[in-house]
């Protein structure tokens, strides 16, 4: 079965432009998760999206951030404008979580590699 | 604190048992993970117990879990150099109506001949 697709495997762009990074999650699931992974602050949970809908956006640093699920097989991590702090790995991961609470275990793509000049 | 922590490094010999070692927060944590990160790539789940077990094994991986301590370890049998990697525990804690998982700053494993 194909795991979480995450593209493009790796980014690097001047700072000021935008970024888009993508996600498939696994056929099935239906919760959606994007992390940051810095040597500083290790994984950070930035948004979390069950059913489509974000639920939990707390952990997204700034307006400059964005994420959206159009679809149950696809979603966006946009960064605009971009700034050389951005530099990180972002990964998503996904889930099923049923109405009564009992989940599965996440599931983690391979990682966007960013690196912002 | 709220901060799951683990220690940073760990050097074994091939062929040795390695144990990582984890402590968490949350005593209401309904499940706990072990994750390996290998370079470059993203992270792997490799087992998790449900917080009413104690331990659990599968193949060369144990688990053992002490509730009252809030202590987690995971023990790999016969470690080879292709177990070398970092090594994540991560607990499963309520937060904001969901089950969050809040991740260690992992553990990296040094698989010497």
């Known amino acids: 079965d194909a795991g979480v697709i995450q593209s493009p495997r790796h980014e690097v762009t001047e700072m000021g432009q935008e970024v888009t990074l993508r996600c498939k999650p696994i056929?099935?699931?239906?919760?959606l998760f994007w992390y940051r992974q810095t040597m500083m602050r290790g994984l950070e949970l930035l948004i979390y999206?069950?059913?489509?809908?974000?639920?939990?956006d707390s952990g997204m640093p700034e307006d400059r951030f964005s994420a959206k699920m159009p679809n149950a097989s696809f979603s966006t991590l946009k960064i605009q404008p971009s700034e050389p702090r951005d530099s990180a790995v972002y990964f998503c991961?996904?889930?099923?979580?049923?109405?009564?609470?009992?989940?599965?275990?996440?599931?983690f793509g391979d990682g966007t590699r960013l690196s912002i000049l | 604190g709220e901060d799951v922590e683990q220690s940073l490094f760990l050097s074994v010999r091939e062929g040795d048992s390695s144990v990582i070692n984890c402590t968490y927060t949350?005593?209401?944590?309904?499940?706990l993970y072990w994750y390996k990160q290998e370079p470059g790539a993203g992270l792997q789940l490799l087992t998790y117990?449900?917080?009413?077990?104690d331990m659990k094994q599968d193949q060369r991986l144990t688990v053992l879990l002490n509730k009252k301590d809030k202590h987690l370890s995971l023990r790999i049998a016969d470690t080879q150099t292709g177990d070398s990697a970092i090594y994540f525990c991560?607990?499963?804690?309520?937060?904001?109506?969901?089950?969050?998982?809040?991740f260690g700053a992992g553990t990296r494993l040094a698989v010497h001949p």
């Open positions: 991961a996904s889930s099923f979580i049923s109405g009564q609470g009992v989940h599965q275990p996440q599931h």
């Open positions: 056929s099935g699931h239906n919760s």
């Open positions: 999206f069950n059913n489509n809908v974000p639920i939990d």
């Open positions: 949350d005593s209401s944590s309904t499940y």
């Open positions: 117990i449900f917080s009413n077990m």
């Open positions: 991560a607990e499963s804690r309520l937060s904001g109506g969901y089950n969050k998982l809040i």
